[in-house]
Each structure stands twice: as structure tokens, then as C-alpha cells.
């Protein structure tokens, strides 16, 4: 693990967690990390999960999705659950609307700690992107017989991509992302994909610490991209993990853990 800035581990508190997860996945990703948390000392009233919306157990809307269609559903759970103050703890996807929900609701969160939120990304890797979420979100032509399955294609290049050789994340991807139906697909990825101005727009916006963390094997992040959106924010430190991947903190939280 290398840290970059200056921070250190804070100790458990009352204050609770509001656990984010990434595109394609849902809640049932922080499981272990919800589960060292508790061997940390935390109780489990102040640990909060959430499948956002298009994800798990909760319907995505019928019109396009929009990060503030995000930001509006953590408020709401934030004040239904009077949870008070938040610790936002997102993961790629999770991580946009943990910065965005900083932004738009300072008086709501604590901190914020955004895991392989990628950043700084030039637009030949923005238009690979692109192009996959397009090739998955294709619907099958009426009347088509033994249309090809794209999404089941794309799902492939990101156990790759997110998990290397680590089989139990590969069965994750594999079993979460490739639930998702095709227009769900296209929807949830443009919002990752196409975010990063946001993030920039709002970054000077952002009052509360934020620490900004990546694997030094994710796919979707490198270092500098780290450090860059660290700098960006008026209060942002980074540090990356060593030999993790994209979602590695699915079967390996400790070193997320220290860091919290």
C-alpha cells in the first residue's frame, strides 16, 4: 500500500457509514468489507448499504438516468434513515455519487473515500469505453434468430479487466453484471464514462476531506489519474493499493480498511 499526502487511520466512531457500490454491481459487494468493519468495533446500526437505482433489488426509472437521479436517492435514504452526518465510502460508480452527494449536500457527509474512480482518462480510452457500452447495449433486431449476446461478450473483457485471475471476483462480475438487462447496461455506463467533467466541474465545490484510493492493477485507474482527481479537490488526499485490482476490495478489504 502507498499512501500519497498526508493522512491517518481514523478511529471507529459513532458516525455512520453509507456504503456506494460500483456500475453493474450492488450491495452485496461490501460484504466483506462490511464484515471487517464489524470486526474493526464498529457496530452494525452505523453500517448502511444501498442498491442504486438500475442495480440489485432497485428498478431503474423508464427515462435516461442522470448522477443526480443518484445524488437524490442517498439524500433520501440519508433523511429517511436519520442518519445525520455520513462517512460516504463509493466504488467507481458509487464514487461519483459519493463526490456529487459532497458537493450538492456538504451539511450530509463527513468525509468521503472513492475507490477506482477513473480520472483523467485521454479519448481514445474514453471511446473504447464507448464503443464496448454501445456493443452491449445492442437490443437484438425483432424476429432476429440466434442473435449474438453482446453483453455476455462485454461482460467477459471486464472480468478481465476488473479481476485479472481472482475467480471469486470474475463469479461476481460475471453473475451481477451480466444480470443486467441491455438498456440498463447502456444506461449505467455512459453515466461512469462520461462523468469526469462533471467531477471536474465540481471538485473546487467540495468542502470535506475526500480521500481518493485505486489497486495498482486497476485497469480503470492509474496512478497519476489518482493523484490528479486528489489534487483537484480542495481537501483530497490518495493513496493505492498494492497488487489490487479494480474490485479486489470484494475479497481483500483490509487494506481499505487501515485506511479508514
Same mark, same amino acid.
Request: aromatic share 4%; no cysteine; hydrophobic share 45%.
Given at each position: 500500500?502507498?499512501?500519497?499526502?498526508?493522512?491517518?487511520?481514523?478511529?471507529? /466512531? #459513532?458516525?455512520?457509514?453509507?456504503?456506494?457500490? &460500483?456500475?453493474?454491481?450492488?450491495? #452485496?459487494?461490501?460484504?466483506?468489507?462490511?464484515?471487517?468493519?464489524? #470486526?474493526s468495533g464498529m457496530n452494525a446500526t452505523d453500517i448502511h448499504t444501498v442498491d442504486l437505482l438500475g442495480h440489485g433489488e432497485t428498478p431503474r426509472p423508464s427515462r435516461p438516468l442522470h448522477i443526480d437521479?443518484? !445524488?437524490?436517492? $442517498?439524500?433520501?435514504?440519508?433523511?429517511?434513515?436519520?442518519?445525520?452526518?455520513?462517512?460516504? *465510502?463509493?466504488?467507481?460508480?458509487?464514487?461519483? !455519487?459519493?463526490?456529487?452527494?459532497?458537493?450538492?449536500?456538504?451539511?450530509?457527509? +463527513?468525509?468521503?473515500?472513492?475507490?477506482?474512480?477513473?480520472?483523467?482518462?485521454?479519448?481514445? +480510452?474514453?471511446?473504447?469505453?464507448?464503443?464496448?457500452?454501445?456493443?452491449?447495449?445492442? *437490443?437484438?433486431?425483432? &424476429?432476429?434468430?440466434?442473435?449474438? =449476446?453482446?453483453?455476455?461478450?462485454? !461482460?467477459?473483457?471486464?472480468?478481465?479487466?476488473?479481476?485479472?485471475?481472482? +475467480?471469486? *471476483?470474475?463469479?461476481?462480475?460475471?453473475?451481477?453484471?451480466?444480470?443486467? =438487462?441491455?438498456?440498463?447496461?447502456?444506461? $449505467?455506463?455512459?453515466?461512469?464514462?462520461?462523468?469526469?467533467?462533471?467531477?471536474?466541474?465540481?471538485?473546487?465545490?467540495? /468542502?470535506?476531506? !475526500?480521500?481518493?484510493?485505486? &489497486?495498482?492493477? =486497476?485497469?480503470? $485507474?492509474?496512478?497519476?489519474?489518482?493523484?490528479?482527481?486528489?489534487?483537484?479537490?480542495? +481537501? &483530497?488526499?490518495?493513496?493505492?493499493? /498494492?497488487?489490487?485490482?479494480?474490485? /479486489?476490495?470484494?475479497? =481483500?478489504?483490509?487494506?481499505?480498511?487501515?485506511?479508514?
Open positions: 500500500m502507498t499512501p500519497r499526502g498526508t493522512f491517518g487511520v481514523v478511529p471507529v /466512531s #459513532s458516525t455512520p457509514f453509507l456504503l456506494l457500490h &460500483g456500475t453493474g454491481m450492488d450491495r #452485496s459487494m461490501w460484504g466483506k468489507l462490511e464484515a471487517a468493519l464489524l #470486526s437521479d443518484y !445524488v437524490r436517492q $442517498v439524500r433520501k435514504l440519508i433523511l429517511r434513515g436519520d442518519l445525520g452526518k455520513v462517512r460516504l *465510502v463509493g466504488h467507481s460508480l458509487g464514487g461519483l !455519487v459519493a463526490l456529487a452527494t459532497a458537493a450538492a449536500h456538504p451539511d450530509m457527509v +463527513q468525509d468521503v473515500t472513492v475507490i477506482g474512480v477513473p480520472y483523467g482518462r485521454s479519448d481514445d +480510452q474514453r471511446n473504447e469505453w464507448l464503443d464496448l457500452i454501445m456493443k452491449a447495449a445492442t *437490443v437484438p433486431e425483432e &424476429g432476429q434468430t440466434d442473435p449474438p =449476446d453482446h453483453l455476455a461478450e462485454v !461482460v467477459a473483457k471486464l472480468q478481465d479487466r476488473w479481476a485479472g485471475e481472482e +475467480q471469486a *471476483v470474475r463469479t461476481a462480475v460475471g453473475d451481477l453484471v451480466g444480470s443486467l =438487462d441491455a438498456t440498463t447496461f447502456g444506461l $449505467v455506463f455512459r453515466i461512469s464514462m462520461t462523468s469526469e467533467a462533471a467531477i471536474t466541474e465540481m471538485a473546487p465545490e467540495i /468542502s470535506v476531506p !475526500v480521500l481518493v484510493v485505486a &489497486g495498482d492493477n =486497476d485497469a480503470e $485507474v492509474d496512478a497519476a489519474g489518482v493523484d490528479r482527481l486528489a489534487r483537484a479537490l480542495p +481537501q &483530497g488526499r490518495s493513496a493505492t493499493i /498494492s497488487d489490487h485490482h479494480h474490485l /479486489s476490495i470484494l475479497t =481483500d478489504p483490509a487494506p481499505y480498511i487501515a485506511l479508514l
